[in-house]
């Protein structure tokens, strides 16, 4: 493990030196490139304080570029200040997450350093000569301030036209300086209203001399104003109307509130203790590695069908031993906010978001690299090669070809199609708002695909009930069908009666019987007529929609006792 941590160390260390290579080629690019223009003398005061501090937060190399100073110049002049400088391994400390600590600022009766350097005239600063760090240390005088925003609502009204044409005539950090937020919020805002923002190296190319090109302004993606909170702290930088964000399902205040919250997350370096659930994860990974040692540098072979054996603490197969506490402090930082947003977090490391649970992975990746035999496989080996003299038969011992060594990056999926991971410009740490993102579009995919079954349920019930609807409207119609044609039968013999009764009248006599028996004859045609339904003395009321088996008057038979 010390090989692995100094590789490590190593790697960050090149990568230091090659941006301070990179940042000393880029000042002597904007130098020579120009041609042709009297070199003038250039000075800017700082004070000693505010640039010790701003040095020991984005570095000497950042400083240099904010302020137009080349950085061997800002350097020696640091030096003859006595202010102390960070080192390689600081800067490789605090990006793997480590606690540091910046060199206390010795006393010194310099309160002020000057820097001296000459530049072309075309470089010259259109302002003041001597820019001072008193009052601010973000203003050089280099772009003159855009005019002041206009608001709605006590909040900054965001015009794409009018953002387009700031950023490609002031750099990003003058048009945050007028809407008084962060230059992310600007490229946010650029985002949202998809506008292009020059690309790097732009204003040095510009300063230069150099032909630079503008590129247009694209159709827009539907949104022309959005509103955000302006903020003097830009460290604390709050946008609730950033559109397209994935959010469309939560309503306007919880939007609000996530939006908030992604904005607001960061790592905190208060020095408090860890989650409860981390702290207790914590211990059970400890417990679990005194029981079950590893190989960390063999290869990730679990099948995926298989399920941890029993008891094995979330991480153990996904993480080393050495990034892990980087890997709590981003996980403490998600778990706080998610809490704080009404949210809880499961003791398998598992998040409730509105009601549903998230499930994720954290994962490091890890670098493949030829196997190199430990003493005890040396050991093994020599003893294999010992026998093999002696016997006939002897064992050949087998070792993997490969070794697999933790690389300390991250990667982070909280949705199947989507994944965060760290890169050489930027950690995890710094994309924490774009993972709360995704984990709370991640609770909507959980809903949807929890109440699927559900609908589909819905879905089969209210189709059974429409077939037994059809069942039962079916069987009234049959029924309905068949009382009319019961009751049309009976109409029929009613007319067939009195067709038989109308012949029996047309006699020329008849006698008293006969006409006695037309009474009783028309009587029983207006019985069986479903139109009169008449009742009749001897078998009363007659069903016309039944049968005729069922409605036909039957003779009652003998009983015997």
């Given amino acids: 493990m010390k090989e692995v941590k100094a590789v490590k160390e190593h790697q960050q260390q090149l990568i230091f030196e090659a941006t301070?290579?990179?940042t000393r080629y880029q000042e002597l690019l904007n130098t020579y490139t120009a041609g042709g223009d009297e070199m003038i003398e250039k000075q800017i005061t700082f004070h000693r304080a505010k640039l010790y501090q701003e040095i020991w937060e984005i570095s000497l190399s950042k400083v240099a570029a904010k302020y137009q100073v080349p950085s061997n110049k800002l350097k020696e002049a640091c030096e003859k200040a006595d202010i102390p400088l960070p080192t390689n391994k600081y800067w490789g400390d605090l990006s793997v997450g480590k606690s540091v600590s910046p060199t206390p600022l010795p006393v010194s009766s310099i309160d002020e350093l000057t820097v001296v350097f000459k530049v072309r005239e075309k470089e010259r600063l259109p302002q003041a000569e001597k820019v001072s760090t008193k009052e601010s240390t973000s203003?050089?005088?280099?772009?003159?301030?855009?005019?002041?925003?206009k608001q709605r609502d006590g909040k900054n009204l965001y015009e794409r036209e009018v953002l387009y044409k700031e950023v490609w005539e002031h750099p990003v950090t003058k048009v945050a300086e007028k809407y008084g937020v962060s230059d992310v919020m600007i490229h946010k805002a650029c985002k949202a209203l998809n506008v292009p923002v020059p690309p790097r190296g732009y204003w040095a190319k510009k300063q230069a001399g150099q032909a630079v090109e503008t590129a247009p302004l694209p159709e827009s993606?539907?949104?022309t104003v959005i509103l955000g909170i302006k903020n003097t702290d830009t460290q604390n930088v709050q946008d609730l109307s950033v559109p397209d964000d994935g959010l469309s399902f939560l309503d306007e205040v919880e939007r609000a509130s996530v939006i908030a919250a992604s904005w607001n997350l960061h790592i905190s370096n208060d020095g408090h203790k860890l989650h409860p659930v981390l702290l207790k994860h914590?211990?059970?990974?400890?417990a679990w590695k005194k029981q079950h040692p590893r190989d960390e540098f063999a290869p990730r072979n679990r099948d995926s069908y298989r399920r941890p054996p029993e008891g094995e603490p979330p991480l153990w197969d996904n993480v080393s031993e050495d990034i892990l506490s980087r890997v709590y402090l981003i996980l403490d930082a998600l778990f706080r906010t998610v809490e704080a947003l009404g949210g809880s977090v499961n003791q398998n490391l598992s998040l409730q978001i509105r009601g549903e649970n998230v499930f994720y992975s954290i994962t490091e990746g890890k670098t493949k690299t030829a196997h190199v035999l430990t003493k005890d496989e040396q050991k093994q080996w020599e003893k294999y090669e010992k026998e093999k003299r002696l016997y006939r038969y002897a064992y050949e011992p087998k070792f993997r070809k490969y070794d697999y060594i933790p690389s300390g990056k991250l990667t982070f999926a909280a949705r199947r199609d989507s994944y965060l991971r760290d890169t050489d410009h930027i950690g995890l740490e710094g994309r924490l708002g774009e993972i709360l993102l995704d984990l709370y579009i991640e609770s909507e995919n959980v809903r949807i695909e929890r109440e699927k079954p559900e609908a589909a349920q819905r879905k089969a019930e209210e189709e059974k009930r429409q077939k037994e609807l059809h069942r039962q409207r079916w069987d009234a119609e049959i029924d309905k069908l068949q009382a009319l044609e019961n009751e049309a039968a009976d109409y029929e013999?009613?007319?067939?009666?009195?067709?038989?009764?109308?012949?029996?009248?047309?006699?020329p006599e008849l006698t008293e019987d006969e006409k006695s028996w037309i009474l009783w004859a028309n009587a029983k045609a207006n019985w069986l007529d479903p139109t009169i339904a008449a009742n009749d003395p001897i078998f009363g009321s007659r069903n016309h929609s039944k049968n005729e088996d069922s409605k036909a008057p039957k003779k009652s038979g003998y009983h015997w006792w």
């Avoid at 203003?139 to 925003?149: A, F, G, L, R, W």
């Avoid at 914590?282 to 400890?286: D, E, R, Y």
């Fill in 282 to 286: 914590k211990a059970s990974f400890i």
């Fill in 139 to 149: 203003d050089t005088h280099v772009q003159e301030t855009p005019s002041p925003p």
């Fill in 20 to 22: 301070e290579r990179l």
């Fill in 221 to 223: 993606n539907g949104k």
């Fill in 493 to 507: 013999r009613a007319c067939k009666i009195r067709a038989y009764v109308t012949a029996i009248n047309a006699k």
